[in-house]
């Protein structure tokens, strides 16, 4: 089981970016995915959810309408579409996969399979 991120990169403030989240040897659609990040010296926090069906979503309060998460089922891969970035979201971003597919929370603890993280660098 694995879950490789993808997509980061350094792009200016107001830019955008697209985060996407594979997974191999089992399939995501009957999984609840969740992406989180971490910045230096901060605690990893919960960026956006989503249920298996897209049923639930979840977004952090400060990525409200700026982040879209969607699933690909045929393709195994779960997006995390960032707009208007700002300095202040700079971080790591992981995908991690729930062992179910409800969204149950946004605690990390709630998600069993995690990917190695993509870089995201917001900078003039």
């Known amino acids: 089981v694995q879950l490789q991120a993808s997509g980061g990169g350094l792009v200016q403030p107001g830019g955008s970016l697209r985060l996407s989240c594979a997974a191999s040897?089992?399939?995501?659609?009957?999984?609840?995915i969740g992406w989180f990040r971490q910045a230096p010296g901060k605690e990893r926090e919960a960026v956006s959810c989503?249920?298996?069906?897209?049923?639930?979503?979840y977004y952090e309060q400060s990525v409200k309408s700026r982040f879209t998460i969607s699933r690909d089922d045929a393709k195994n891969t779960v997006h995390l579409q960032v707009n208007s970035l700002e300095p202040e979201d700079t971080a790591v971003y992981y995908c991690?996969?729930?062992?179910?597919?409800?969204?149950?929370?946004?605690?990390?603890?709630?998600?069993?399979?995690w990917g190695q993280g993509t870089q995201v660098t917001v900078s003039s």
């Open positions: 991690a996969a729930a062992l179910g597919p409800n969204y149950s929370g946004s605690d990390p603890r709630l998600y069993r399979y």
């Open positions: 989503i249920s298996a069906g897209e049923s639930v979503t």
């Open positions: 040897g089992f399939t995501l659609d009957a999984t609840a």
